[in-house]
């Protein structure tokens, strides 16, 4: 199936490609009323780019594979996590969330830059102090962020009210480190205290949107794209990837630590051992 073909990370797409590839994944349905110059431009690359992604999907060329997607859409064996019937069963809606939670890994897996990730596991690992912002839905994440970090013997702290944010960023100094976690970029709130870390010359890192007014702002930008349409689901997807970057960031800053974190990893495992029945 085209769809799945798309995210399944079986086929070997350049990076333009695979831009094209999220495109069409995150809404089918507007791609075949679509001419290819407007898909082009909507994706940055040219035409010969996306006749090559259609050939690699073994369609003649973009004509055809419209019609192939067309059929896959309204085929009643596909399931999509952006579709429901009227009355979905429990099991439908178990397998659109679960076939959500894999596009979603894929995603991930196509799209991260180890170049992006050494460089925010540099900073981090070399930071007096670590703070994370999260807004809404991104909260959550800056929470497990700091249960997962602590570990490390930095001082690590995370806030999820804006006036906090405000305020911590303006005392925060050259020698600590700002994590944004925003999945948009372009939180008015987010962006407007990125400018004062800017400003002030604070080491940032954000787990957010390619090319965003965040991204921009920031000097090492992990970026993540989900391939849902429906924007109801964007705060699970979103939240799923950034807590996957975070579980990255943990390991390979631990990996820079190395055999320094044994005496303490183990002191922790027994303290914790303590607390159980």
Do not use: W
């Not at 009643?76 to 429990?90: I, R």
């Not at 925060?172 to 987010?190: C, K, N, P, W």
């Amino acid at each position: 199936m085209i769809l799945k073909a798309l995210v399944n990370g079986e086929i070997n797409f350049t990076k333009s490609e695979n831009r094209i590839a999220i495109h069409i994944s995150s809404n089918p349905g507007k791609i075949i009323k679509q001419s290819i110059s407007n898909l082009a431009i909507e994706c940055n690359v040219s035409q010969p780019t996306i006749i090559r992604l259609c050939r690699k999907l073994k369609c003649e060329g973009f004509p055809d594979f419209k019609l192939k997607l067309a059929q896959e859409i309204y085929s009643k064996e596909v399931l999509y996590a952006n579709t429901f019937s009227e009355s979905p069963s429990t099991s439908d809606i178990v397998k659109s969330v679960m076939h959500s939670i894999h596009d979603t890994v894929i995603s991930i897996t196509q799209n991260f830059e180890p170049q992006s990730i050494d460089q925010a596991s540099k900073l981090l690992a070399a930071a007096r102090s670590i703070t994370f912002f999260g807004l809404g839905g991104s909260g959550p994440v800056a929470i497990d962020a700091q249960h997962k970090f602590f570990r490390f013997g930095i001082p690590v702290i995370a806030h999820t009210d804006y006036i906090n944010q405000r305020m911590v960023v303006s005392m925060m100094s050259q020698e600590d480190v700002l994590v944004f976690i925003s999945f948009t970029g372009r939180t008015e709130e987010i962006v407007k205290t990125a400018k004062i870390a800017k400003k002030n010359n604070i080491k940032t890192i954000s787990l957010t949107s390619k090319n965003s007014p965040l991204a921009k702002l920031s000097d090492v930008v992990l970026h993540v794209e989900t391939i849902l349409e429906n924007n109801l689901h964007i705060p699970m997807t979103s939240r799923l990837a950034h807590l996957a970057i975070i579980d990255i960031l943990s390991a390979t800053v631990s990996s820079i630590f190395g055999n320094k974190l044994d005496v303490q990893t183990n002191e922790v495992i027994e303290n914790l051992n303590k607390t159980r029945i």
